[in-house]
């Protein structure tokens, strides 16, 4: 049986403990990003939305979806909302990226990149393309490590860290 | 109004097009994925679970949701299910990844590395870590180009492919 994952240590085997779902870090960002329209409405976020109405059109999902999806993202810390006004208008509102929102772009890049490699029916890598402004060439994500090396997947091991009292 | 991804070409205004369901490849990938579920069973998949029972028992889902989930990524090409014995036992089935699923690797890291980020509450870094077998050292996803620059989140474009009939 393969396995992709090299479990060490402690974790090795695998059914001597169990990734449970309030430490499991996976679990935990589903918590946040948990259903399709969470990342429907990242997406947009990622491609300038900023409005109410625009996001319910642009993620094709109805008013209350996107009214309790934003308000959770605002409340886990991935949007903001604030107000601005322009001149001659009332006051509206807007929804902006944190810092934290932003660091989700590898999640959304990687499925975007996975997508298009396995999901595209006319081989042509889709008409969507993520470029690097300054050479012009694709993007992508990868696995590397703090040493920058290339990480392949059959690389990797999965250890339990020995500090911490978790 | 600050945007993170620029947008070029026919792309630019966003008002001017839509990422409709059936060519938005994040949709398309999330038609797939399309639950915590399914990520919680492609986690342990990739922790090397191949079997019904430790995937309902491990990913903490019913036995309904499991079986639910697992037809899914079989369906879809994520998994395969395959027969083994073991010597005096009846022929069972077991799941493991293909190639296209295994793919999604960087997909999940990067849940991983979002979450250990913004998430844990003891700003350790979480206890479970991804470490190159080569080196030791932590493993996680981020941005390059086809140039093998590393690309930051503000230095991308959005692009649309002038070639295809799409």
Chains 1, 2 share one sequence.
Do not use: N
């Not at 969470?38 to 996107?66: H, K, N, Q």
């Not at 902006?96 to 990149?113: N, W």
């Not at 012009?136 to 020995?162: I, P």
């Amino acid at each position: 049986m393969e396995t992709i994952l090299h479990l060490t240590g402690p974790l090795d085997p695998r059914s001597g403990w169990r990734a449970s779902p309030d430490r499991c870090p996976i679990a935990r960002a589903l918590d946040v990003m948990s259903t399709r329209s969470a990342f429907l409405i990242m997406r947009e976020a990622f491609y300038g939305t900023s409005r109410f109405d625009d996001f319910v059109g642009r993620a094709e999902i109805s008013e209350p979806v996107a009214a309790a999806r934003l308000r959770e993202l605002v409340s886990e810390g991935l949007l903001v909302r604030e107000p601005y006004r322009e001149p001659g208008q009332r006051t509206r509102h807007r929804y902006r990226l944190t810092e934290k929102g932003a660091d989700l772009l590898p999640v959304l890049v990687g499925l975007i990149q996975w997508s298009q490699r396995w999901l595209d029916d006319d081989g042509a890598g889709g008409v969507l393309a993520l470029r690097h402004r300054d050479c012009g060439e694709r993007v992508g994500v990868g696995l590397r490590c703090a040493a920058d090396h290339e990480v392949a997947v059959g690389e990797l091991d999965l250890t339990l860290a020995a500090a911490g009292a978790r």
